[in-house]
């Protein structure tokens, strides 16, 4: 039996029609049920928060796993494999702000994220010490009341930021999602990871 981590939520969605060409679909109430099987007897879904599929499959709890380059660079990548780019969930990270936004002498510039690890090597990385205000969602509020000078956050259509009149300041990097294997399950597995893995890349390279 292999184990699949899925992110629930947009990516999930963007999954669905690729499980459903390889015949992995959920056979189950994926709203509700947090472990389903699949369409296929030897292949079983977690579907869980994206920011905790790292951790699953790290630990062996899940074989392998979907999420966005975004939680992996903030996780951390090394613990994992990550054979495969799916080409989905497609957006970049950014640094955005008001207009006009510029480097501050008097202080150090507020940086409001929910990824304080990936923001704080992008400014060490220019030599710029941040103060990093760790948010949980709805990034694009913290400049309009200024609880931070400028925001690292998801950046798709640009819709939520122009709505906010917030405007792109710097591009950290371009994000998909990515399939991620257990390093130990790779080698205990390998037959049946590597079928699946070959699947994947199939129906990704039809699909693109
Ligand atoms: O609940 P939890 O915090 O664990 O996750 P979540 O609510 O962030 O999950 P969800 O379902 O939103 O999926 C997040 C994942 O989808 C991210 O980790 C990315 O890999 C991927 N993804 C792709 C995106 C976007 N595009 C995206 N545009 N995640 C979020 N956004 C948000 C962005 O944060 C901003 O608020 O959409 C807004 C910007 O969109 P535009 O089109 O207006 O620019
Ligand atoms: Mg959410």
Same mark, same amino acid.
């Given at each position: ?6 992110? %629930?939520?947009?990516?999930? /969605? /963007?999954?669905?029609?690729?499980? #459903? ?20 007897? @030897? ?14 499959? @790290?630990?062996?709890?899940?074989? $392998? ?8 660079? @903030? ?22 702000? !008001? ?23 992008? $400014?060490?990385? #220019?030599? %710029?010490?941040?103060?990093?205000? %760790? !948010? ?7 400049? !309009? ?32 999602? +990515? ?7 790779? %080698? ?8 699946? !893995?070959?699947? $994947? +890349? @199939? ?6």
């Amino acid at each position: 039996m292999l184990t699949l981590a899925l992110s %629930k939520g947009r990516i999930l /969605e /963007e999954t669905l029609p690729t499980l #459903q060409a390889i015949g992995l679909q959920p056979a189950g109430d994926i709203d509700r049920l947090l472990r389903v099987p699949s369409r296929h007897p @030897e292949v079983q879904h977690l579907i869980i928060r994206p920011t905790d599929v790292p951790t699953y499959v @790290e630990y062996g709890a899940a074989d $392998f796993g979907i999420v966005g380059k975004d939680i992996l660079m @903030e996780h951390g990548s090394g613990s994992l494999y990550e054979p495969l780019d799916l080409g989905i969930a497609q957006c970049r990270l950014m640094v955005a702000g !008001l207009p006009g936004t510029k480097p501050l002498r008097h202080r150090r510039l507020r940086v409001a994220t929910k990824y304080p690890e990936i923001t704080r090597r992008y $400014f060490a990385q #220019q030599g %710029k010490q941040v103060e990093i205000i %760790k !948010l949980y969602g709805s990034m694009e509020l913290a400049p !309009l009341v200024e609880l931070a000078d400028v925001i690292v956050d998801l950046v798709a259509t640009g819709k939520t930021l122009k709505a906010n009149g917030l405007v792109v300041l710097e591009h950290i990097a371009d994000v998909s999602s +990515r399939l991620v294997v257990n390093k130990a399950a790779m %080698k205990t597995k390998h037959a049946a990871l590597r079928y699946w !893995l070959d699947r $994947f +890349r @199939e129906a990704t390279e039809t699909a693109h």
